[in-house]
């Protein structure tokens, strides 16, 4: 039984499919106007594990992650100043369409580097163009709109409920992100369809019926979420900032047009924070993932830094805090190198017997992991569990303990587990050994059968010059790269 916290109730409920075997999730997606940084990434994290903890469970899951390429504008103290993407094109002297197609490329590759699962879906913003004007009609024909000079507007005032979503105080919280407009009836109405202005000359324009110009941000995930998933679908998630306008807004539109709210449960990932400051473009303290990178991390760790933390819980991003993660991930593919590695040492004389402490010791993981998962979400739990489970069962593998059908049964619930963390599916080439690394050790063998081992030994600090470590357990020689 899955738990989800939701934030359209503020509880945590438990998941129940709207149609059986299946999740529909809509996850609000980047603005391809730059590199995202490594806070967005979080979002996506998030998404996946969400996604992964379904299929998981053997539920058919159908995601989209939108990519935003149009109408999403910067607010600076309440004045619009561009549209991100108009604005990035015209900075870096390129067209609209070399901004879309380089930044979205980006985003798919740190897709790719954190095993993110790419989603059923994609779509992009400036696709639907007709789906979001065919809402903004449906808004007018009801009576939630007006016309200003600027645009088309949502009248927030049309609808009670406006507001309720999050349980947020709008007048503190969402006053920030709003933009100031003298053509505006309330503070919370929002455009729905802007007028592009002459002196801007947009390179992404269209017709309308009510003049030519662009949508505005929040109409486009309503537009796509109701094609790609139908409505009402499971899940909407995004992340925490999201909760106050963007969410309020599609919810709004949703409601007048269809009399629904578009989803049953909405889960919303808290910023990661440098210093106490959320990490933004805008506050200059982002990093990318290229960034980290090129100062010698792997993608994984951060990924398990992220995962180390509940989604809900904010988390200050420190390099010591990433290299830490980097190490535990080390740690944790070393042991499962091992596994391998006595399963297949001990391959020809296998025992067949299980020790009961060993089966004791997987169910008592197999249970830690399912409840905390379950529950929310709790990959941190879940986590704290397979690291008390490793440091178990390192204790008898070091002691030569392990059988190979021991070895072969640990490393399985492992990576079955894993199929929710997603840290483990490269571990295998990252420590697969070079050929002439075989060969040197093969003769080394050799020589410590001989018991030659003043030479063994010089090998051995020859190849640690090289950065390869061996170790000589009982069960032959482990190598590893540092
Ligand atoms: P954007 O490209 O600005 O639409 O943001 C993409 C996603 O990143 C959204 O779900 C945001 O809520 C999320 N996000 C933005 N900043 C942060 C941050 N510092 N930490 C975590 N998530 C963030
Ligand atoms: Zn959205």
């Given at each position: 039984?899955?738990?989800?916290?939701?934030?359209?109730?503020?509880?945590?409920?438990?998941?129940?499919?709207?149609?059986?075997?299946?999740?529909?999730?809509?996850?609000?997606?980047?603005?391809?106007?730059?590199?995202?940084?490594?806070?967005?990434?979080?979002?996506?994290?998030?998404?996946?594990?969400l996604r992964r903890l379904f299929e998981y469970h053997n539920y058919k899951v159908i995601q989209v992650i939108n990519i935003t390429d149009v109408g999403h504008l910067l607010v600076e103290d309440g004045n619009i100043s561009q549209d991100k993407i108009e604005n990035s094109a015209r900075i870096q002297r390129k067209t609209v369409k070399e901004i879309i197609d380089f930044y979205t490329k980006v985003f798919l590759r740190y897709l790719n580097l954190l095993q993110i699962k790419k989603p059923t879906y994609m779509p992009f913003a400036s696709q639907h163009i007709s789906e979001q004007i065919k809402i903004i009609q449906i808004l007018e024909k009801k009576g939630y709109t007006?016309?200003?000079?600027?645009?088309?507007?949502?009248?927030?005032?049309?609808?009670?409920?406006?507001?309720?979503?999050?349980?947020?105080?709008?007048?503190?919280?969402?006053?920030?992100?709003?933009?100031?407009?003298?053509?505006?009836?309330?503070?919370?109405?929002f455009a729905l369809w802007r007028f592009s202005k002459p002196q801007e000359k947009r390179q992404q324009e269209w017709q309308s019926p009510w003049g030519i110009g662009f949508p505005g941000w929040h109409t486009e995930c309503l537009a796509m979420d109701k094609k790609y998933l139908g409505l009402p679908f499971d899940i909407h998630t995004g992340g925490v900032d999201h909760i106050s306008v963007h969410h309020q807004n599609e919810i709004a539109q949703a409601e007048s047009a269809f009399g629904v709210n578009p989803a049953r449960y909405w889960m919303h990932s808290e910023f990661v924070v440098v210093n106490e400051e959320k990490m933004s473009k805008s506050l200059k303290n982002f990093l990318t993932l290229d960034d980290i990178i090129k100062k010698g991390f792997e993608p994984l760790s951060l990924r398990l830094l992220y995962l180390q933390a509940h989604y809900?819980?904010?988390?200050?991003?420190?390099?010591?805090?990433?290299?830490?993660?980097?190490?535990?991930?080390?740690?944790?593919?070393?042991?499962?190198?091992?596994?391998?590695?006595?399963?297949?040492?001990?391959?020809?004389k296998a025992e067949k017997q299980i020790d009961l402490g060993i089966k004791t010791a997987v169910s008592s993981y197999k249970n830690i992991f399912?409840?905390?998962?379950?529950?929310?979400?709790?990959?941190?739990?879940?986590?704290?569990?397979?690291?008390?489970?490793?440091t178990e069962i390192e204790k008898k593998l070091t002691a030569g303990l392990l059988n190979f059908n021991e070895a072969k049964l640990i490393k399985g619930t492992i990576l079955k587990?894993?199929?929710?963390?997603?840290?483990?599916?490269?571990?295998?080439?990252?420590?697969?050994?070079?050929?002439?690394?075989?060969?040197?050790?093969?003769?080394?063998?050799?020589?410590?059968?001989?018991?030659?081992?003043?030479?063994?030994?010089?090998?051995?600090?020859?190849?640690?010059?090289?950065?390869?470590h061996i170790e000589d357990t009982k069960y032959g020689q482990f190598a590893y790269r540092s």
């Open positions: 039984m899955v738990y989800l916290y939701n934030t359209l109730t503020l509880t945590k409920e438990k998941f129940k499919p709207l149609v059986r075997g299946q999740v529909r999730i809509y996850s609000c997606g980047p603005t391809v106007y730059d590199f995202p940084h490594i806070g967005n990434m979080r979002a996506y994290v998030f998404s996946d594990v007006y016309l200003t000079d600027e645009g088309v507007y949502f009248d927030t005032s049309k609808l009670k409920i406006y507001g309720s979503f999050g349980g947020i105080d709008l007048t503190k919280e969402g006053v920030s992100r709003l933009e100031k407009s003298s053509f505006k009836k309330n503070q919370f109405d809900r819980q904010k988390i200050n991003f420190t390099f010591e805090a990433l290299k830490a993660a980097q190490n535990s991930l080390q740690n944790l593919y070393r042991f499962m190198k091992k596994l391998s590695f006595i399963g297949s040492f001990t391959k020809s399912q409840k905390s998962i379950d529950d929310d979400l709790n990959t941190p739990k879940a986590l704290a569990g397979l690291f008390d489970f490793i587990t894993d199929k929710v963390f997603g840290l483990f599916t490269k571990q295998e080439t990252i420590y697969s050994l070079p050929v002439e690394i075989e060969k040197i050790l093969s003769q080394r063998e050799k020589l410590r059968f001989a018991g030659n081992y003043e030479k063994a030994d010089k090998i051995r600090l020859k190849l640690l010059k090289q950065g390869w």
